[in-house]
Nanobody, 132 residues
């Protein structure tokens, strides 16, 4: 099974930047959809950024597009660590951020996984980001 461990959570200032890391291990297959999902109290879980480890686009939620980036060079094959670089943060970005993974075979499945944010098999424990 894939093990995922997030780190880097904490407090950030509105308008500032912050980076989360996800350490991944235990891969059985190299073809996965992986990414970041967040959840705030009282809100539905939201897919933030999802990618296919075999290449192709990284898909972002409209709410973070242009502000959040997953560096592609660390998000290929069986990444030991991948990141979520967040900038121009707003209080609405306050949430628990999870990294997640599932088996998949195409970039199109990564896009589908973004919109069905609960449809991951493997989850990290989550890391809290608070923006004020």
């Amino acid at each position: 099974d894939v093990q995922l461990v997030e780190s880097g959570g904490g407090s950030a200032l509105a308008g500032g930047s912050h980076r989360l890391s996800c350490a991944a291990s235990g891969y059985t297959y190299s073809s996965n959809c992986m990414g970041w999902v967040r959840q705030s109290p009282g809100k539905e879980r939201e897919g933030v950024a999802v990618f296919y480890t075999g290449g192709g686009p990284i898909y972002y939620a409209d709410s973070v597009k242009g502000r959040f980036v997953v560096p592609r060079d660390s998000a290929l094959n069986t990444p030991s660590t991948f990141y979520l670089q967040m900038s121009n943060l707003t209080p609405e970005d306050t949430a628990t951020y999870y990294c997640a993974a599932r088996l998949c075979a195409t970039p199109g499945q990564a896009l589908a996984a973004l919109s069905s944010s609960g449809n991951f098999r493997y989850w990290g424990q989550g890391t809290q980001v608070t923006v004020s």
